[in-house]
């Protein structure tokens, strides 16, 4: 257990909705990142917050996709008017300076 | 652009036996490189890392080695056990933001 908490672990949601994650990273890292894993792929960077500035958004994160992480703790990621193509596994990970990156279980999507 | 790549997609070995698995990376400033483990359903777990400062670096019965004339990177697991079957990814730290980019991975198989 790497103390990150990510929530749901699973969701199925129609094509066309909105879906919200939510991860809770250790209290005390204030470099959170959010990636996206597709079957048999390595993850992929989406977004870095340092604290609760966002300062870095990957070209994969469309407008469809936002994140948030209001007062530094917890962030959530919102996808609207998912497609099937969203379908996959969504990391969220803390990284202390120059260490590595402590992932959450991850939310798996699948969009119908 | 930077990549990380991995040689072999499957690695099959008898329990006891030593494994090994191969990385290739392209970005000769990457300074910190980490190998993961994930079992299905699971986030990324840490194994070991190993700075671009370093040639080796030995864990519990893991061994990172780094070749940075030939931008390769190397995970060796003695006596295996069917608990290490898993997916392998490398990753390498990029620089600024220091997000990190993961290969495709590498499934090791132990058959008991």
């Known amino acids: 257990d790497t103390g990150v908490s990510q929530d749901p672990r699973h969701k199925i949601t129609k094509r066309g909705q909105n879906v919200t994650f939510r991860c809770d990273p250790i209290?005390?890292?204030?470099?959170l990142y959010w990636y996206r894993q597709t079957l048999g792929q390595g993850p992929e960077f989406l977004t870095y917050f340092q604290n609760e500035a966002q300062l870095e958004k990957s070209r994969l994160l469309s407008d469809r996709f936002s994140a948030e992480r209001p007062k530094g703790s917890f962030s959530t990621l919102e996808i609207q008017r998912t497609e099937q193509g969203d379908s996959a596994m969504y990391l969220c990970a803390c990284q202390p300076l120059n260490t590595e990156a402590f992932f959450g279980q991850g939310t798996r999507l699948t969009v119908v | 652009g930077e990549s990380v790549g991995l040689h072999l997609p499957t690695l099959s070995v008898q329990e006891g036996d030593n494994s090994i698995i191969n990385c290739a990376y392209s970005n000769s400033a990457s300074d910190y490189f980490i190998w993961y483990k994930q079992e299905s359903g699971k986030g990324p777990q840490f194994i070991i890392d190993?700075?671009?400062?370093?040639d080796k670096r030995q864990g519990q019965r893991v061994t990172v080695l780094l070749n940075k004339t030939v931008k390769h990177l190397s995970l060796q697991i003695a006596a295996t056990q069917p608990g290490d079957s898993a997916v392998y990814f490398c990753a390498e730290r990029g620089t600024g933001f220091q997000k990190l980019v993961f290969g495709t991975g590498t499934r090791l198989l132990v058959s008991p």
């Open positions: 209290s005390e890292h204030n470099r």
């Open positions: 190993i700075r671009s400062n370093m």
